[in-house]
């Protein structure tokens, strides 16, 4: 996940281990504090991450991603705990009705790509319609850091894509630190896969509960 690092020489990578210690204590310090809950401390590390990509623009760094390319969202996507709560309780929010559409849909991707660990087939995203993401506002991650300098290179489905160096910097900083901190409060930092998480999240309605008491409640990723 971090290989990019490598290519970062030492001052860089120390420069980066200060940035991630800097965002973990200020994450630390909403989770200290007695009124957080994971919808705001998730949104405030989403706001984040969005500030990192408007100020990587600034210096003008020129992404190839535009509304309705989705070329990314055929790829295999994993989320962290609190980003599936999230998710959860904003789909929550929907009518019922789009509610078991929305279900039925991340089932029936389940049933047709379980056999297909290796990802051969690059299925879209369940949360794709129509080349947009209908969750865009809650996305993992995971999407808010994918992206391309080069939209050739998604097209023909390069090996490697060119992405901001520094883009990829600052958002594993942010996201090291955040993780940091939540493994200090003893909360489960791993990564599950993207849809069996969302999944579990909507059917479980105490596992919300169950992972601030310190449980892992996913499957890790396989
Ligand atoms: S959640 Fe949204 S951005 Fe992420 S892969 Fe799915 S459709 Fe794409």
Redesign the pocket.
Known sequence: MNSFRDNLSPEEQAHLVTVQGKVKQVFLRRLQAPEWSVISFVAEWNRAQDDIGLANQGEGVELACRAGC?HC?HAS?EIFSPEAFAIVRTLKTLPADRLSAIRQRLLEYELDNIDDPAWTKRPA?P??DDHR?S??AV??VA?RQAHSLDVKACENDAPHIPQSLNLLAGMSALSGGVMDALAVKGLDTAAYDFVPAVLLALDDPGCEERWLAGERVFSPVT
């Open positions: 989705s969202c996507v995203c949360f794709l993401c969750i865009y996305r993992p999407c």
